[in-house]
């Protein structure tokens, strides 16, 4: 096993929690605010510890990479490899990287095309070995999120399925769960898991999908599904809805007193009865419906359950489609992070919305801006380190509301010197 040291670049584009209102800016304020809403470019400040396993009769690579000093590894971000592919350094794409930051976890990638049970074998195999290699015994005990594009999401569901006690949450990226042979219990539907395919993949997977929705919602599984519009089968930023999603799993099921050093974490329970639910037959409205578990009248064999009120107004930005507003600045962005205490200015293509009344511009569900005229930009201000999904709903002279697509925005918070 081959461990290496390295530090790197960090360009730009992140999201954290940001807490300052915006408003409609003059020229010459938008000016002088302009010089602080840009990504950094700061290299990234971090080194990092990777720890190589390899089991050549089987042709996977595994690789876990650690943040530098960190004393106790609380969990490991899971972004598994898509058929052929090697995820080893995706660590380096901010919305990974930044997430081993905001909760102390280790981030395991492989390069691999064997099956997914394969797979699985040798990932533990990896994790008993580096354990030891690394110093860090508690890797065994760490609980997992886990992600994947294509076959990299199969192999997130197969976690799911194999070690669900371990898993806090899951999103499957074009795949679809795999939960054959297995008589699923509580402990799996009580597992948040978010299956994200593209409106042309197969009619964004809907025949392999629904019936799982069918079956396993009525029986209180904490599972959502979307189709994003006008994509195929791709990887094309749907961190966007996946790393907040994770973020926040992280925040509600891992227990303040939870040690991996003194054993495996029992992790915080869900109730499927709160959250957030939407409605899978609104995509096509013009604004998807989403209200709050509790207050939900829809089929529900037909719904998504959605962790909280952000990742609602996150998903219905993102799920809906003919969506007549653009946010055409900032972009979701791998190597784009900013600096907590900065600002960012959000630019809108409002072309195709002509003769809007009002436009709000939301942080997940928190509004943090309002125009009623003027050029569609905001600028919001004193960035938090997080993830921040941005997105604008507009209002016409009808009164019809409409959303924009949503950006994601990775905030980091710089050490102190």
Not at 42 to 56: I, N
Not at 69 to 76: D, E, P, Q
């Amino acid at each position: 096993m081959k461990r290496s040291s390295h530090s790197f670049l960090a360009l730009v584009c992140l999201a954290a929690g940001l807490s300052v209102a915006v408003s409609a800016p003059t020229s010459k304020a938008a000016a002088s605010d302009k010089r602080d809403t840009g990504p950094s470019t700061r290299p990234d400040p971090h080194k990092y510890v990777s720890y190589d396993y390899a089991e050549a009769a089987k042709k996977i690579k595994v690789r876990l990479t650690v943040p530098e000093g960190l004393a106790v590894v609380r969990g490991i971000l899971v972004v598994a490899a898509f058929s052929g592919g090697d995820t080893r350094n995706f660590y380096r794409e901010v919305w990974y990287r930044e997430f081993l930051h905001l909760h102390g976890f280790a981030f395991l990638g492989a390069e691999c095309s064997n099956s997914h049970a394969e797979q699985s074998k040798v990932m533990h195999n990896a994790l008993r070995q580096i354990a030891v290699d690394s110093k860090h015994p508690e890797l065994v005990n760490a609980p997992y999120v886990a992600t994947g594009f294509s076959s990299g999401g199969g192999f997130a569901s197969r976690l799911l399925v194999e070690v669900p006690d371990k898993v806090i949450a899951a999103v499957i990226v074009g795949s679809q769960p795999r939960l054959t042979d297995i008589m699923l219990t509580d402990t799996h539907r009580g597992t948040p898991l978010c299956i994200i395919n593209g409106e042309h993949e197969d009619n964004g997977m809907a025949k392999a999908v629904e019936p799982v929705l069918a079956e396993h919602r009525p029986k209180g599984a904490v599972w959502g599904w979307m189709a994003v519009p006008g994509i195929s089968h791709e990887r094309d930023g749907q961190e966007v809805l996946a790393m907040p999603m994770l973020d926040a799993a992280v925040r509600l099921r891992y227990p303040a007193d939870g040690d991996v050093r003194k054993g495996p974490v029992k992790l915080k329970p869900v109730d499927s009865t709160s959250g957030w639910v939407a409605d899978n037959s609104t995509w096509k409205s013009g604004l998807t419906a989403v209200v709050l578990a509790k207050d939900f009248k829809g089929g529900i064999a037909k719904s998504s359950w959605l962790l909280n009120e952000d990742l609602a107004f996150i998903y219905r930005a993102y799920a809906t489609y003919s969506r007549p507003l653009t946010i055409t600045t900032p972009r979701s962005a791998k190597d784009l992070v900013w600096d907590a205490g900065t600002g960012v200015s959000i630019v809108v293509d409002d072309s195709r919305f002509a003769g809007w009344k009002k436009l709000e511009l939301f942080d997940g569900a928190k509004k943090v801006g309002e125009l009623t005229g003027g050029p569609a930009e905001f600028i919001v201000t004193d960035l938090k380190a997080g993830y921040h999904a941005f997105s604008v709903l507009g209002t016409d002279g009808k009164g019809n509301i409409r959303p924009s697509d949503p950006v994601l925005v990775v905030v980091r918070k710089l050490p102190q010197p």
